[in-house]
């Protein structure tokens, strides 16, 4: 043991005659060189800020309200597709009397457009041709009745007489049919003119025939006009995948239009839809709203969704809440009398009595400076 704290102390004394040899001959230290220890300077809390008079700045307790969450979305108004109509034409032919545009209002039954049309010269003619083949068959089978009961003619020519009367009635039934599928009525003069009259009344919401232009029948081709009745109509939204869970089939929703803002019409969800946008996540929710007649097709509204719970708000005067960079704020008092702290909150319904609610960053019974801006204009100053 003895030894080996000789050698111990023995290699601590060649280390120090060492350095000492070192700082004869003019070297360095080693660790004169290196960086001075870092300090770390701590910015000061930027939504804290202190006041010389903090009794100019009065305080008042936020109140409690309950109220059911609310989530609100944008959305466009769309006609209700089970309430729109085709107009349609089952004749050929060139258009030469429009009398609809895109947008007009139209009663079941008024005239929207002639056609002229070569399918109707031919049914016309089919018509005629029948009603003269019929008139011949049945004056043939009364003479043939009339020999026949004298003897002059067989049976058999008999029942052939009745079998030709029978088809040529055939025949003017299914020309005449096809007439009033045209449109046309067997009453009326014949002629090359088809008139389209409206289905059902409404508004016009889909145009696609122009005066002088073709119109083929239903082969791949679009509908003349779409005539919709927009007494209900559809309000279509874009609601967020994460937000889906709050809303049901049957819930009411409240409906603001952008262009009559003080107006609210309110609307049940009709449909979710059982997809999502894959780009922007979000599922199309169709809220059926009676129209009053200020709604018009493609309409921006903003919807309001209610839900069945309640939770309780906090409630502040109005000029409690500072609007600063698209963001909301309120002042609270800090750790000590000369202190207050800005807090972030997020705003709800506007209440009677220059009142506001708060939907999150404030609870009920917290005390917040009742005159926010002139607590952010001192501190500027």
Known sequence: MKRIVFVGAALMLGVALSLAACRARGEEDPGKGAPPEAKVDREPDASLVRVQHPEQFPLRAATRRDAAPELSVTGVV???VSRAVPVVSLASGRVVDLRARLGDRVEKGQLLMRIQSSDVSGAYSDYRKAVADETLARTQLERAKVLFDRGAVAKKDLEVAQDTADKAAVDVEATAARLRVLGLDTTHPPTGIVEIKAPVSGVITEQNVTNAAGVRTLDNSPNLFTISDLSNVWVVCDVYENNIATIRVGDSAEIRLNAYPDRVLRGRIGNISAVLDPSIRTAKVRIEVPNPGLMRVGMFVTATFRGRTTEPRAVVPASAILHLHDREWVYVPGGNRNEFRRVEV?????????MQELRSGL????????????LQNTVEQ
């Open 363 to 374: 609870q009920p019974g917290q005390l917040v400076v009742t005159n926010a801006l002139v």
């Open 78 to 80: 769309n006609p209700d």
């Open 346 to 354: 997020v705003s709800g319904q506007t209440l009677p009595d220059n």
